[in-house]
């Protein structure tokens, strides 16, 4: 992709998860990191839970301002309000939110897990990278498209009031919307994951991104798991 060859601007649009999960951020700011010391203007969007992680990586934070992220009641795990933060990451408001804060953005980066920041690139035609934080079978063709294409509701909901097209095709829903990006991001390496049923022409397997502690990522000769 030859906007991230150049210094540009980026806007991360990131979800943090109470309650369970979280994984999700580890390579989200070790790209953001990155990208800031080679020079290139990072901006985030994100619940006020980020805002110092962020300032840490050297980027600037921008909290959501149309619609907060809900939280989930003390003691009650993510799986109990799934359906609040599925909303949520579906919303057209928080679509909205992120139109408001596109000026400028030569890239879009989203949480693979918010359709809502897909549905702001697909309308304002910015190239857009759909950040796929596990593996990319399981999530866009195995049993993880069954799980969250409880999304769907709020898909065609978001969609009709965007004006946007409806996601009529037989594949997967979260498989059409990891396609609709310019690029899905997969962090891990293709020997890792399960064979695909599909093509997918935008996705690029790029292995994990690494913290600051470590050095570099070697490819072994043998078998990935004993």
């Not at 695909?196 to 935008?202: G, M, P």
């Amino acid at each position: 992709m030859n906007h991230i060859a150049r210094r540009g601007k980026f806007l991360f649009v990131l979800l943090r998860v109470d309650g369970g999960g979280g994984g999700q951020l580890t390579p989200a700011f070790a790209l953001i990191r990155r990208l800031v010391r080679r020079g290139h203007e990072v901006r985030v969007m994100g619940s006020p839970a980020l805002a110092q992680r962020v300032r840490e990586r050297g980027a600037i934070y921008v909290p959501f301002q149309l619609l907060p992220q809900p939280t989930p009641p003390p003691g009650v795990m993510v799986e109990e309000w799934i359906g609040e933060l599925f909303a949520f990451a579906c919303s057209s408001m928080l679509t909205k939110d992120v139109l408001n804060n596109l000026e400028g953005t030569e890239v879009l980066v989203a949480d693979c897990m918010i359709p809502a920041a897909l549905f702001a690139g697909e309308l304002k035609q910015v190239p857009t990278v759909a950040l796929i934080h596990m593996l990319y079978h399981w999530y866009t063709e195995g049993i993880g498209a069954d799980v969250f294409g409880g999304v769907a509701p709020f898909v065609e909901k978001s969609r009709l009031e965007l004006g946007l097209p409806a996601l009529l095709g037989e594949a997967p829903l979260i498989s059409q919307l990891m396609d609709s990006a310019t690029i899905a991001l997969a962090m891990t390496v293709q020997e890792f994951d399960s064979p695909l049923k599909r093509t997918h022409s935008n996705l690029r397997y790029v292995g994990p991104a690494l913290d600051e502690g470590a050095t570099k990522w070697y490819r072994r000769a043998g078998p990935w798991c004993l």
